[in-house]
């Protein structure tokens, strides 16, 4: 099959388009903006009518080499999907047309696996290819360092380090690290999550440790991206009813946009999409900017118990508004507007306040036995409230994300249902297993001299 070669350009358009691998393994352009697929490309209705038959890795496939198939051979990019994604992405039938996907089912239980497990695995094949090396720094407050740890773990060429604040994380959320070993090392801090992150910038920036090829596997990285538009073909291809004119809603808990900008590259792709709802929590900066044309960033961001939504800035924005035809800077700036009729004809933005999340959490399982955690419960709640507000008739299909594991939230679930959500096998066992880390005082020259020690 003839594959073109799709360049990456930055979404601030002051550095050179470069390849797939440079975006890769730049992370961030020159010019402080995110990379983007100069151009999107596309599968005709019979390729998206054929995925029916498909398994996930199978239109994993398919996706990715779309848009690497120019760099990277077949077998090789088939050999990395079916290895990222080896467990299973149930779709459950809540009512009518209505269903959740379960993205839960990765080592980390939280759809982050999903990109995560893809770009370690790309990361690694193009090291291997050119005899290069990685060492990942990176800060975790909880959350994304199991990811990064878990999807990184066993893979040659590349090393990770992860400093976490002591006395800030779950016995749970540190056992999900701290069990691994191998190529991956954990350090505890007896400080903030704001000194673990700012020890890993003033490594980043200390050219004594060049020798050592610092990366950050950042959460804005393009090789996470595309592994985001996976499961939106993958979803309806399982769930439609076989007509060609099918349309899909999706409802997306969003916190900075790197999945609702990978279903929205799906829908670029060819994916027939009637409707995104973006479901925020309180955090509301994009619903008012969909609605009044304004765009402002909340500083500090609102807490919320969907935690890894409380993001007053998104990340993504910039992608998003360069879909839309517009330009903003990674501060939020916008030099040139995107298409707001375009964004409100493929769009439903709405917050979602934490009692209504805890509302839905209830109502869900007692109407429908659908067990839901926070951030799910976001958009599920969001999809509600669309379905109502415009008379959404019931043989729509509608697939609502669940993007975390509810035994991630058991004190949660506990408080509202009276129960406690079973262990999915992925952690399960954790609380026997071994743990090893090291302790480090918060000063830069401890750090330091950790890496020169550890890493040659
Ligand atoms: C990261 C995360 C989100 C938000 O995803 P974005 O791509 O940042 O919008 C939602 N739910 C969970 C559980 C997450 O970890």
Same mark, same amino acid.
């Given at each position: 099959?003839?594959?073109?070669?799709?360049?990456?350009?930055?979404?601030?358009?002051?550095?050179?388009?470069?390849?797939?691998?440079?975006?890769?393994?730049?992370?961030?352009?020159?010019?402080?903006?995110?990379?983007?697929?100069?151009?999107?490309?596309?599968?005709?209705?019979?390729?998206?009518?054929?995925?029916?038959?498909?398994?996930?890795?199978?239109?994993?496939?398919?996706?990715?080499?779309?848009?690497?198939?120019?760099?990277?051979?077949?077998?090789?990019?088939?050999?990395?999907?079916?290895?990222?994604?080896?467990?299973?992405?149930?779709?459950?039938? /809540?009512?009518?047309?209505?269903?959740?996907?379960?993205?839960?089912?990765?080592?980390?239980?939280?759809?982050?696996?999903?990109?995560?497990?893809?770009?370690?695995?790309?990361?690694?094949?193009?090291?291997?290819?050119?005899?290069?090396?990685?060492?990942?720094?990176?800060?975790?407050?909880?959350?994304?360092?199991?990811?990064?740890?878990?999807?990184?773990?066993?893979?040659?060429?590349?090393?990770?380090?992860?400093?976490?604040?002591?006395?800030?994380?779950?016995?749970?959320?540190?056992?999900?690290?701290?069990?691994?070993?191998?190529?991956?090392?954990?350090?505890?801090?007896?400080?903030?999550?704001?000194?673990?992150?700012?020890?890993?910038?003033?490594?980043?920036?200390?050219?004594?440790?060049?020798?050592?090829?610092?990366?950050?596997?950042?959460?804005?990285?393009?090789?996470?991206?595309?592994?985001?538009?996976?499961?939106?073909?993958? !979803?309806?291809?399982?769930?439609?009813?076989?007509?060609?004119?099918?349309? /899909?809603?999706?409802?997306?808990?969003?916190?900075?946009?790197?999945?609702?900008?990978?279903?929205?590259?799906?829908?670029?792709?060819?994916?027939?999409? @009637?409707?995104?709802?973006?479901?925020?929590?309180?955090?509301?900066?994009?619903?008012?900017?969909? @609605?009044?044309?304004?765009?402002?960033?909340?500083?500090?961001?609102?807490?919320?118990?969907? !935690?890894?939504?409380?993001?007053?800035?998104?990340?993504?924005?910039?992608?998003?508004?360069?879909?839309?035809?517009?330009?903003?800077?990674?501060?939020?700036?916008?030099?040139?507007?995107?298409?707001?009729?375009?964004?409100?004809?493929?769009?439903?933005?709405?917050?979602?306040?934490?009692?209504?999340?805890?509302?839905?959490?209830?109502?869900?399982?007692?109407?429908? @036995?659908?067990?839901?955690?926070?951030?799910?419960?976001?958009?599920?709640?969001?999809?509600?409230?669309?379905?109502?507000?415009?008379?959404?008739?019931?043989?729509?299909?509608?697939? !609502?994300?669940?993007?975390?594991?509810?035994?991630?939230?058991?004190?949660?679930?506990?408080?509202?249902?009276?129960?406690?959500?079973?262990?999915?096998?992925?952690?399960?066992?954790?609380?026997?297993?071994?743990?090893?880390?090291?302790?480090?005082?918060?000063?830069?020259?401890?750090?330091?001299?950790?890496?020169?020690?550890?890493?040659?």
């Amino acid at each position: 099959m003839e594959n073109k070669k799709i360049k990456f350009r930055s979404t601030n358009l002051k550095s050179p388009a470069v390849s797939f691998e440079q975006a890769l393994l730049k992370g961030i352009a020159h010019d402080g903006g995110l990379y983007m697929p100069e151009e999107i490309p596309r599968f005709s209705e019979e390729e998206i009518l054929e995925f029916s038959n498909s398994e996930y890795h199978e239109i994993a496939l398919a996706v990715a080499r779309k848009f690497l198939g120019a760099e990277v051979p077949d077998e090789d990019l088939r050999r990395i999907v079916k290895d990222a994604y080896d467990y299973e992405v149930p779709l459950e039938n /809540v009512c009518d047309n209505q269903f959740v996907m379960r993205l839960d089912r990765g080592p980390t239980a939280s759809f982050k696996d999903f990109a995560a497990r893809m770009m370690g695995r790309l990361m690694q094949y193009f090291l291997n290819r050119n005899n290069g090396k990685l060492l990942i720094l990176t800060a975790t407050s909880g959350d994304t360092g199991s990811a990064i740890a878990n999807a990184f773990y066993g893979l040659d060429n590349v090393e990770v380090v992860v400093l976490f604040p002591e006395n800030e994380v779950t016995d749970r959320q540190r056992k999900q690290m701290t069990t691994l070993g191998k190529n991956i090392s954990i350090v505890a801090l007896d400080g903030k999550f704001d000194d673990c992150q700012a020890l890993v910038k003033l490594a980043f920036a200390d050219s004594d440790l060049d020798y050592l090829n610092l990366s950050s596997a950042n959460s804005i990285n393009i090789g996470r991206l595309i592994p985001q538009t996976m499961y939106y073909f993958y !979803s309806f291809a399982k769930l439609r009813a076989g007509k060609a004119d099918d349309q /899909v809603v999706f409802s997306v808990p969003s916190g900075n946009f790197g999945d609702l900008c990978g279903g929205l590259i799906a829908m670029n792709m060819g994916l027939p999409v @009637k409707k995104f709802v973006v479901a925020t929590n309180e955090n509301d900066e994009y619903p008012k900017f969909v @609605k009044s044309g304004f765009y402002e960033k909340l500083v500090p961001s609102r807490n919320c118990i969907s !935690s890894a939504m409380n993001v007053g800035h998104p990340s993504n924005i910039p992608r998003l508004v360069g879909l839309y035809g517009g330009n903003m800077d990674e501060h939020g700036a916008i030099s040139n507007a995107p298409d707001l009729d375009r964004i409100r004809d493929d769009m439903y933005a709405v917050s979602i306040t934490d009692k209504e999340t805890e509302a839905m959490i209830s109502d869900a399982y007692k109407e429908h @036995k659908l067990l839901l955690e926070p951030h799910g419960s976001v958009g599920w709640a969001a999809l509600q409230k669309y379905i109502e507000e415009e008379n959404i008739a019931k043989d729509q299909l509608c697939i !609502s994300l669940e993007t975390a594991h509810p035994a991630k939230f058991p004190e949660k679930i506990r408080e509202i249902l009276s129960f406690d959500p079973e262990l999915p096998p992925s952690l399960l066992g954790l609380e026997s297993k071994e743990e090893s880390f090291e302790h480090l005082p918060t000063t830069y020259e401890a750090f330091k001299e950790f890496l020169k020690k550890n890493y040659k």
